[in-house]
């Protein structure tokens, strides 16, 4: 039998933990002839509704799925694992700023950065999904140093990523399929930037850039980047939920992409410590588009994209607001 990969989802008991656990281990997100190890960690106050999701998964009497554990102490979830959905995060209380968030969520991430050096794999694969989620993967990627290299530290903005292809394709009168190549560069926040610059569309055979295939420049500079920047709050207006699904079908895409590689000609959007590309700030866990190799499993930024004045603006106000959040969260570390 290949061996089981040990999968970690925090916040488990939570909404977009009850929608990814069944992804995981259903082989949707490493493959159907691949075991999975499912370790759910969530706070003690959670202890049955975590054992309600573990019985629901037996009861789901799935071939992919090796075992299941529910846990509420950092030790016993991060020992050996090979992936890490870190999902759990301070939600943002009524009369609560800002900084009390990010103070409460550093506290978490610092703790769970800790934890991942001294008891998962040095080959462990992080997402984050919690919010302030690119902050939160830059605390945890300090906090693992020396242990775990910054690279394998990542935050979700696939989703973002999902609405903007959704976007193009509803606009163009095509399918998911025939659209590619979107990215969002940035925070996973308000000040994200989707850019169809680079993207493409296939239409009656043919593929051409999604500038020409929309044919209306006001519309991508204007509507478009703001229905996919406000998509979340909409989503609860509307259902008085937010917007779980989605989120964990991207958060599954995420790591599907980082564990098989991205396909020839494509690439996606993830937030990865910066190298100093496009000017951004080393280390800033900052979304780029990337492409990512099947055999070492190592993203790589996509290169020599070119920017006008509309998109260099876009980029500036993003790096700026994850310049403050990592300021704000490196002074929560040391208070
Ligand atoms: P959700 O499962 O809905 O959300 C979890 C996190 O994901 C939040 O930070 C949320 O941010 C973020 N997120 C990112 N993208 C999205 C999106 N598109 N839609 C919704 N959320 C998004 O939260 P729940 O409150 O249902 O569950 C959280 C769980 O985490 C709880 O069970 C709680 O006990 C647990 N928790 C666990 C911790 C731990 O294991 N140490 C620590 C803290 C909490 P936002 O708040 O901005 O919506």
Redesign the pocket.
Known sequence: MTAPLRVLV??A?????YSIVIRIADGTVFGKEQPVELVL???P??TA?LEGVVFELQDCALPTLYSVVAVTDEKSAFTGVDYAFL??????REGMERKDLLAANVK?FKS?GKALAEYAKPTTKVIV???P?NTNAFIAAKYAAGKIPAKNFSA?TR?DHNRALAQLALKTGTTIGDVKNVIIWGN?SSTQFPDVTHATVKKNGSESDAYSAVGDNDFLQGAFIATVQKR?GVIIEKRKL???M??AKAACDHIHDWHFGTKAGEFVSMAVPSDGSYGIPQGLVFSFPVTIDAASREWKIVQGLNFDDFAKGKIAATTKELEEERDDALKACDD
């Open positions: 925090t916040g008991a939570g909404q977009i933990g960690l969530d706070v106050q959670c509704i999902v759990g995060a301070m939600p943002r978490i769970q999904v919690g919010n989620a979700m989703l996973h979340g937010s917007s779980a989605s989120a």
